[in-house]
């Protein structure tokens, strides 16, 4: 018996051109300065301990000069969930 199972190389495929395209925009989005510097998480060379880092930063900066400080934070995820 012969085995005519067929296989599909859609996902690969897809994949491939996946990386190529997401490696083209960034790219792109980097030459053009698109995406704001302030953007973390995804970018290379930028996380949300960096962000953190430079909220805290931020932060005392501004009580050295004796001034206010306030911020509010949002947890979208929650947000999301509650319409669900």
Do not use: C, W
């Amino acid at each position: 018996m012969a085995n005519d199972t067929q296989i599909s190389l859609l996902p690969s495929f897809s994949k491939a051109l996946e990386k190529v395209l997401f490696n083209r925009l960034v790219a792109h989005f980097n030459n053009k300065n698109i995406i704001v510097s302030e953007q973390f998480g995804f970018r290379s060379d930028s996380s949300t301990k960096k962000a953190a880092f430079g909220l805290i930063y931020e932060i005392l900066e501004t009580v050295k000069k004796k001034r206010f400080v306030g911020s509010i934070f949002f947890d979208f995820i929650a947000l999301i969930m509650a319409l669900y």
